[in-house]
């Protein structure tokens, strides 16, 4: 009986290891395939944002332009202006502030610049330029949103550098655009420096 019981016993703490082996593992294996899903639903979203042309009135651009800079105002309305431009006529880079002068050439855009160019980009995308991001979020949906924020950051190439994860979270903020640039700027080059360093 007693050789019986140390068999149970054994058997017993096996099935639980492999319980509890599998529960960990499982997880995991749901995520990555989520990832795949998530990747192929990316890669169609940026397909169909990047046939998707966007066109603003002045008055748009103008009222644009206004938000951001109550919320930036260290940022030029030129620089502003200039994303806003730059994005419409489908160049993916940000503009040169006239007369700013870096003291290396290793220094990038400052995090305020890079969120509000964010910010701006962020609100196109999801809104076409009029209305709030929440508004947007909640017209195209959270999912729909977290891919077409992913999308511009891959157009900047800033997409291998924030994961869904921290858009999902930054999304759910009032300026995603300032809780992403913030988010890159503590994992870049040079970490932590108020700037975007990531050539």
């Known amino acids: 009986m ?36 998530d990747n192929d639903q990316l890669k169609k979203s940026a397909e169909e944002t990047s ?8 008055e748009e651009k103008q009222s644009l332009i206004q938000d951001v800079k109550n919320k930036y105002p260290n940022v030029s309305e030129e620089f502003i202006s200039g994303v806003i431009e730059n994005y419409l006529s489908q160049n993916y880079t940000f503009p040169k502030e006239q007369g700013s002068v870096f003291r290396s050439a290793w220094q990038g855009f400052t995090v305020d610049q890079t969120a509000a160019a964010l910010d701006v980009l962020i609100g196109i995308a999801l809104t076409g330029g009029a209305g709030s991001i929440v508004s947007g979020v909640l017209k195209v949906g959270k999912r729909e949103a977290v891919g077409r924020i992913k999308s511009i950051l891959i157009k900047y190439g800033l997409g291998h550098l924030v994961a869904d994860s921290i858009i999902d979270y930054a999304i759910n903020l009032t300026s995603p655009g300032y809780h992403i640039a913030k988010y890159v700027d503590s994992i870049d080059k040079v970490p932590n420096n108020n ?5």
């Open 2 to 37: 007693k050789h019986m019981n140390k068999i149970l016993f054994r058997l017993s703490a096996v099935s639980s290891s492999i319980l509890l082996l599998s529960s960990a593992i499982l997880p995991s294996v749901n995520a990555f395939a989520d990832t795949i899903t």
């Open 51 to 58: 046939n998707d042309t966007v066109s603003l009135s002045e």
């Open 195 to 199: 700037r975007i360093n990531v050539t």
